[in-house]
């Protein structure tokens, strides 16, 4: 604690115009945390010193710890610094917590849909509460801040005793909040375990940069680890963690589209969500981190997230940046481990593609999803066109599928189905092989059957997409080209300093115009849309971008995923792909798509 208390008390620096090639964000940071303070106090219920609307949940309570950052910060124009009723606010915050957790410390695991999921110690908001009191503890009244005390010994104590057995995203995040503890509560045992724990987390990051889950990376997931190494490392100056901020830093760097979404074709975890990701704290610690946050913030467009600025006021380092990317001329970027290709990224011009060769068993979790989808394309002027990401219990989701698609469905309701297909049917590849030379490319196998996909950028203004099987199973063949909707009312993605969620509208409004060849013109609603061959006539138009198809394929809409995050699994059109389907046989091995953007 007393490090980054330090680093609260000295004044923000101005930024210099002589400081280009530096990231300084300590003004910005501070000004924009102020502008938060107002905005969180709306929420905020006097009687019970409760947070946020509808259903309330523990999380809502970390709101106390922007405000708290708010109360500390002693610098010039600050006028939350020491304000005695933000001080209120902020301890019936914690008098809160207190009074709804059971008498091992923890809370219901409820959600704003009303749904429960046990009971848990909840990291994120045991963090934030643990570094609040870390901030306000001189200020409060002693029998207030013995209450804290004893509570949140009470918290840790348990997660110290049970919550660090192996490394994962959650258990690293409660390894940097024991560390915190242990220095704010006087046990240093804390600290040596958490510090112990969170260097095998740095030892166990990937050489591509990540930290594995499910067969590869979970890109959104990663930035719980960098969140909680770089915390970490602000509080104990432990330099052993730097590498792996670094690495993971050119990782995200490279998996960011040009709008600054996240890359969602390796991610085993999370669909694409059309929400800029501002990075965390973590980032600010090496010059290639430092220049992903430049680059991210310049997409915002508005304030850093309170959660966040915060962070950036107590710990975040300002320093050098590493130099830009080249231009808009060709960036090839290949993920190899070990020797062998992985993944790839390229931009050309507009264009940004992925590949991903990451492979994993279907298991019966849903947490684990299907790495199905491995190709994603984007483009300047449209944004992401194809991709998308995985899912569970939905085949059309899969670049390639094998096999009866009735075998694998979700059945409305089900909230403890089989995610494991009942019947004949490979949707996810055995082996998946990268090659990049002379155009990136992926060589898939499906139970008997081998595929092929390319992708080949013509010009700025078209690519072809080019999909091949062997055909000699005799059984269905299926290439999927999935497809993003332009819905309003989008599924946004949220993480604050590593924590994850999603917020989805229930009704959605009418998206942009569908038009096909054959004179169909129709907008996306909740409505499903079955197009034959026929019907769409060879071409298909949305948003910006047009598809010359072959003469066999078909659309279909809204093709939904199953959502982990529900317990019922059920989705909403805002998370739906449009699909393309295109049947491949021995008559027809080989099948050629043209994209356009005009």
């Known amino acids: 604690m007393e490090r980054f208390l330090l680093m609260l008390l000295v004044p923000v620096a101005a930024v210099s115009a002589a400081a280009a090639a530096e990231l300084r964000f300590k003004e910005r940071a501070l000004s924009d945390l102020a502008r938060h303070v107002p905005e969180i106090l709306k929420t905020y219920d006097a009687k019970t010193g409760r947070f946020g609307t509808g259903i309330w949940i523990c999380n809502d309570q970390q709101q106390m710890y922007p405000l708290a950052a708010a109360y500390a910060a002693s610098a010039p124009g600050n006028v939350h610094h020491k304000d005695p009723k933000l001080l209120e606010a902020i301890m019936k915050a914690g ?172 991610d085993q975890r999370n669909p694409y969500h059309a929400q800029v990701s501002p990075g965390n704290v973590g980032f600010s610690f090496t010059p290639v981190g430092r220049a992903h946050l430049k680059a991210q913030w310049s997409q915002l467009g508005g304030p850093l997230d309170a959660d966040l600025a915060a962070s950036l006021v107590l710990y975040g380092e300002e320093g050098p940046l590493a130099e830009e990317p080249s231009g808009r001329g060709e960036e090839v970027f290949v993920l190899r481990e070990r020797g062998v290709e992985r993944a790839a990224t390229l931009r050309r011009g507009p264009w940004f593609i992925c590949w991903s060769a990451y492979t994993a068993r279907v298991v019966n979790s849903r947490w684990i999803q299907d790495r199905q989808n491995l190709v994603s394309i984007y483009h300047e002027k449209t944004g992401l066109i194809l991709g998308g990401g995985n899912t569970k219990l939905q085949p059309a989701w899969s670049s390639f599928a094998v096999g009866d698609l009735a075998a694998l469905a979700h059945r409305p309701g089900d909230t403890n189905p089989s995610f494991l297909p009942k ?151 805002e998370e739906a792909r449009i699909v393309i389907r295109i049947p491949l046989d021995r008559q027809h091995r080989e099948q050629r798509v043209v994209l356009e953007v005009p």
């Open 95 to 266: 008098d809160a917590l207190i009074e709804d957790m059971d008498e091992q410390g923890r809370w219901v695991f409820r959600k704003k849909d009303g749904s429960t999921w046990g009971k848990i110690h909840m990291p994120w908001t045991y963090s934030r509460w643990l570094r609040t009191f870390g901030l306000i503890r001189d200020a409060m009244p002693a029998e207030r801040r013995e209450r804290w005390t004893k509570a949140l010994s009470l918290g840790y104590g348990k997660i110290a005793e049970g919550a660090l057995r192996h490394v994962h995203n959650i258990p690293a995040h409660h390894a940097m909040g024991l560390y915190a503890a242990g220095k704010a509560l006087g046990r240093p045992e804390w600290c040596q375990q958490a510090a112990k724990f969170l260097e095998q987390v740095a030892a166990r990051q990937t050489e591509g940069g990540y930290w594995a889950e499910g067969g590869g990376p979970v890109v959104v997931y990663g930035f719980v680890y960098v969140d909680a190494l770089g915390t970490y490392y602000a509080m104990s100056g432990d330099r052993k963690v730097l590498p792996a901020l670094e690495r993971a830093a050119a990782f995200h760097r490279h998996f960011t589209y040009p709008n600054g979404h996240n890359v969602e074709t390796v």
């Open 423 to 573: 019947g004949t049917l490979y949707h996810v590849p055995s082996v998946a092989k990268l090659s990049t030379a002379p155009e990136p490319a992926l060589e898939l196998t499906y139970g008997p059957e081998t595929c092929r996909l390319r992708v080949v950028p013509k010009d700025e203004r078209s690519l072809e997409y080019v999909v091949e099987a062997a055909a000699t199973s005799g059984l269905p063949i299926y290439a999927h080209l999935t497809l993003i909707p332009q819905l309003a009312g989008r599924v946004h993605f949220v993480a604050h300093g590593g924590q994850v969620r999603t917020e989805t509208a229930q009704e959605p409004q009418s998206g942009q115009t569908l038009e096909t060849a054959a004179g169909q013109k129709l907008k996306l609603t909740a409505t499903p849309i079955e197009l034959s061959a026929e019907q769409l006539g060879g071409w298909v138009s949305y948003a910006g971008w047009r598809l010359r198809l072959p003469p066999t394929a078909s659309l279909s809409w809204p093709v939904f995923p199953h959502n982990p995050y529900r317990a019922d699994g059920r989705a909403t059109p």
